[in-house]
């Protein structure tokens, strides 16, 4: 095990800046320095996204370079923009050392064929935290009995709507259950004061650019489930189905009433956070884990009632009450495959990559264990310790304080035996209180397997993503009115002519070939 920097903070570092002069001196021509020196000039690049602006330097990308003794150059964009970004960079000779991509991004496959990765089969036994993930995990990042990525931790729960509870109380709501209550409560928020302030100055739901977050009621109206079948028995995108469709409806009923921002197709992230924390809109979205707690404390300090609670998935025309299952992981970690016959640089990668997926148990989670306190900043600089729990300071990711910020995979790896129980990470009474309920509907509630799952499509490759967002930019016309829902069908239609029929037909060629047929179980 590699000895714990962090715990020098403070007290080598200073002594090395004294002697530095008289060891400049006394190790001329050292076998150790020059080894040392060499590594610490040994460049590693990187490219990720975040959803707000990484900075490009700070103390916590410093931290990791002293180490790891490199010279480690990140570059993050944000998300909405990433994928045009890694494509143009993937298809140039500058393909950085470490690659991130999405989950979704099946193009992946494409990358692998093409050689553009390293094979890693060779280093999973070696690391801990690549070593836990499930060997049918790997199988959707090898070509040819090539291992090319490390998947990226996601728990079991995924992204649903929240709702302020308080908001349905005050106005005698209850919970909505379908699209026609969820379309008189949203329009009842936005017009009968439910936070009873005697102003015009709340509305129903809070969506953004490219329609983000689209709402997760449940897999039968989820975009990205592959579960509807059309007329020749085939699985078909969600983002196409029936269910999606009476979704598009409502929001569009929802706009013409007003209960939607009139200029939703423009939000960034931060403003649609703005939106729901600030007390204006009365339904956004939530997870058990990644909630900020920031965000919770100004609600609250702006409303002192306020309670915030999950909305249970609707109950489908079939009966069905669940969601689509995530996969367990959130993205993929590759490695340039110019990087081959660089055994040093690789290990050295590897070990970095291994370090930040590293999964802590609530009685590590303190100041304590050296290893976690250098990840997070070091207390009292990137973070806080209250009451036993961390608090991130506010400025320590728009300042880079942490080396957390600056890896590219910084999602622990929990291992199968560990329950996380998010709810027990957050301070602020509320944020806990909220997350510790969505863990439990999730718990609560059906997960439905994607037939997806392990396939892969040509044509999704060459047009999947420019497709997909083609059509997304015709259903936002739709919800602001622009384009009528009577043009759905011809909207369909034309999806399968630009290339949608060709990746139906290849994903279920391969759907066919697995023992499971019926995915609604």
Wanted: charged share 25%.
């Amino acid at each position: 095990m590699k000895k714990a920097l962090g715990t020098w903070h403070g007290i080598v570092i200073p002594w090395l800046a004294l002697t530095a002069l008289t060891a400049a001196c006394s190790a001329a021509g050292s076998p150790a320095v020059d080894r040392e020196n060499e590594r610490r000039s040994m460049k590693i690049t990187a490219i990720d996204f975040e959803w707000d602006a990484v900075p490009e330097h700070g103390i916590g990308l410093n931290m990791i370079n002293e180490r790891f003794q490199v010279d480690y150059r990140p570059a993050f964009y944000l998300a909405d923009r990433y994928y045009d970004k890694l494509v143009s960079v993937l298809t140039s000779n500058r393909i950085p050392d470490i690659i991130s991509f999405p989950n979704d991004s099946l193009k992946f496959i494409q990358f692998a064929k093409q050689g553009l990765f390293l094979p890693l089969n060779d280093y999973i036994d070696t690391y801990s935290t690549f070593k836990a993930v499930p060997p049918a995990m790997y199988e959707r990042f090898s070509v040819n009995g090539n291992i090319y990525g490390i998947p990226q931790y996601y728990p079991s729960y995924n992204i649903t709507p929240i709702i302020r509870k308080d908001w349905l109380d005050n106005l005698g709501l209850s919970m909505p259950t379908n699209f026609e209550e969820l379309k008189q409560v949203a329009i009842a928020f936005t017009r009968d004061d439910p936070d009873g302030n005697g102003r015009d100055d709340t509305y129903g739901i809070v969506t953004g650019r490219n329609y983000y977050p689209e709402y997760d009621f449940g897999a039968y109206w989820d975009s990205a489930a592959w579960l509807h079948k059309n007329e020749a028995g085939d699985y078909i995108p969600g983002s196409v189905s029936e269910g999606f469709k009476q979704q598009i409806a409502t929001m569009a009923e929802l706009y013409a009433e007003g209960a939607l921002a009139e200029n939703f197709p423009f939000m960034t992230w931060n403003q649609l956070n703005e939106e729901f924390y600030s007390g204006k809109a009365g339904i956004y979205i939530g997870s058990p884990n990644g909630m900020i707690q920031e965000l919770m404390k100004q609600l609250v300090a702006a409303d002192p009632e306020a309670e915030v609670v999950p909305v249970p998935p609707f109950t489908d025309p079939n009966g069905r009450r669940g969601f689509l299952a995530t996969e367990g992981f959130i993205g993929i970690t590759a490695l340039s495959g110019n990087l081959s016959g660089n055994s040093e640089k690789i290990e050295t990668i590897l070990e970095m990559i291994d370090f930040g997926r590293r999964y802590y148990s609530l009685e590590e989670l303190t100041p304590d264990n050296p290893d976690f306190d250098w990840y997070m900043g070091y207390v009292g600089q990137g973070y806080d310790y209250v009451h036993g729990k961390i608090v991130a300071k506010e400025n320590s990711f728009s300042q880079g304080l942490a080396p957390v910020t600056f890896f590219v995979d910084s999602f622990e790896w929990v291992p199968e035996d560990k329950i996380p129980q998010y709810h027990k990470r957050y301070i602020f009474p509320q944020t806990a209180e909220l997350s510790e309920r969505l863990e439990q509907m999730w718990t609560d509630s059906d997960k439905y397997i994607s037939p997806l799952s392990g396939t892969y499509s040509p044509a999704h490759d060459e047009k999947g993503a420019a497709l997909h967002q083609w059509l997304r930019d015709e259903q936002i016309k739709i919800i602001l009115g622009l384009k009528p829902l009577e043009e759905w069908d011809d909207l369909v239609a034309e999806y399968m002519r630009k290339g949608g029929s060709q990746m139906i037909k290849e994903f279920n060629q391969e759907i066919r070939q697995k023992e499971r047929q019926d995915y609604w179980e």
